[in-house]
Each structure stands twice: as structure tokens, then as C-alpha cells.
């Protein structure tokens, strides 16, 4: 099976951009599509973004305009590039393939 690895959290300040990756140690052609999930503490886990093998892509609305998701099959990587990041962004933020294989997670904090 896939495993999907995350990386790129940290600590930004509100308004700054972060990239998050999730590298595959496996092919994610297969996969139709390739999503991002994030959860806060005391919520549930919250869809992000989505793409797929197509190219349609799709947001989340709270994240619209603020953030790209993009995915390298070839290179087996998924992508975030998170921009104009708010204090409500903060949370863990996690990679999902074919809508049931998750990675570990990363953690994004926004906050001065």
C-alpha cells in the first residue's frame, strides 16, 4: 500500500505563505483523486482542497483564492501552496489519496 508522508508545516506569521508536500512511496497516477484535509483541535478533520488525475480542482471555500493545490504524478508529490494565511488556518494539515489513505500529518501555525 501507498504511504503518503507531509512536510513543510511551521510557524507564520498572519498574512505569510507556506508550501506543504506529500511525497508517495508509491505511484499516485492510480489514484483519481488527490485531496487535502486539516484539523484543528476540538474539531473534526475538514476537507481543504482537492484535485484530479483530470485536472479539475476544487476548493474549500473558507481556503478559495488563498491557496493552490497541485500534484507531480511523476514525481509521486501532492502540493500546497498556502498563501495570505489567516490565524483560522492553523491546524494539522493532512494529504489523502484516493480518499482512504492518509498521511501523518503536518502542523500549520499562523499566529504573531
Known amino acids: 500500500q501507498v504511504q503518503l508522508v507531509e512536510s513543510g508545516g511551521g510557524l507564520v506569521q498572519p498574512g505569510g505563505s507556506l508550501r506543504l508536500s506529500c511525497s508517495a512511496s508509491?505511484?499516485?497516477?492510480?489514484?483519481?483523486?488527490m485531496a487535502w484535509y486539516r484539523q484543528s483541535p476540538g474539531r473534526q478533520r475538514e476537507w481543504v482542497a482537492e484535485?484530479?488525475?483530470?485536472?479539475?480542482?476544487n476548493y474549500a471555500s473558507s481556503v478559495r483564492d488563498r491557496f493552490i493545490i497541485s500534484r507531480d504524478n511523476a514525481n509521486k508529490m501532492l502540493f500546497l501552496q498556502m498563501m495570505d494565511l489567516k490565524p483560522e488556518d492553523t491546524a494539522v494539515y493532512f494529504c489523502?489519496?484516493?480518499?482512504?489513505?492518509w498521511g501523518q500529518g503536518t502542523q500549520v501555525t499562523v499566529s504573531s
Open positions: 484535485i484530479y488525475r483530470q485536472g479539475q480542482i
Open positions: 489523502n489519496a484516493g480518499g482512504t489513505i
Open positions: 508509491g505511484s499516485i497516477s492510480s489514484f483519481s483523486v
